[in-house]
């Protein structure tokens, strides 16, 4: 009696990780078609926030598919914010994971431009803003804005807002389109 138990709870067990992996898979589809030179627009990685919610996975869910070394530092921005902002886990728990996963000193650089002021009938030129941290930094209380700047998105003066894995591989740098250094 005890083994056909066990053989259901195990079955069980099996089909519901499986049913995980799937979630986190579509999430997973959805940074690797948006992202462009390890970078990513501000709506795309909203948009994997929100499908990350609907997936409704659970903090270990969150560590064993998203907050892995063999996925991408966007990926595991998008695990970390999904922990603190939408699951409410707290920052010692998350910055735990990060440790024992090797991926808390991995950085991430957030680019976004606001439009310029208007003065004497002239608008001043673009304000271009760019914030590097650590995935464990983001965790520190001075590190707020780096977050709330990606949930915000693009509002009122903000112009465009840009994920990166690290200074150097932007989609902007790659184009040429701006000179950031």
């Known amino acids: 009696m005890l083994a056909i138990r066990m053989q259901g709870w195990r079955a069980f067990y099996i089909k519901w990780q499986t049913e995980m992996a799937e979630r986190a898979f579509s999430v ?5 078609q948006s992202a462009h030179y390890e970078s990513l627009e501000v709506g795309d990685y909203q948009r994997a926030m929100e499908l ?7 903090f270990k869910d969150v560590q064993l598919y998203l907050l892995t070394p063999k996925r991408s530092v966007l990926v595991n921005l998008i695990g970390l914010h999904y922990c603190l902002v939408w699951l409410g886990i707290q920052s010692e728990y998350v910055k735990a994971a990060l440790c024992t ?3 808390g000193d991995r950085n991430i650089c957030l680019r976004w431009w606001i439009l310029g002021q208007w003065v004497n009938g002239f608008r ?7 914030g590097i941290a650590s995935l464990t930094k983001l965790l520190e209380p001075k590190q707020e804005q780096f977050l709330f ?7 009122h003066e903000v112009l465009r807002v840009q994920i990166s894995a690290d200074f150097r591989t932007s989609a902007w740098i790659a184009r040429d ?4 250094r």
Do not use: Y
């Open 124 to 130: 001043r030129a673009d304000q271009m803003h760019v």
């Open 101 to 103: 996963n090797q991926i």
């Open 28 to 32: 997973l589809e959805l940074v690797k």
């Open 177 to 180: 389109m701006h000179s950031q």
């Open 52 to 58: 990350l919610k609907k997936t409704e996975m659970g």
């Open 149 to 155: 700047v990606i949930q915000r998105g693009i509002m």
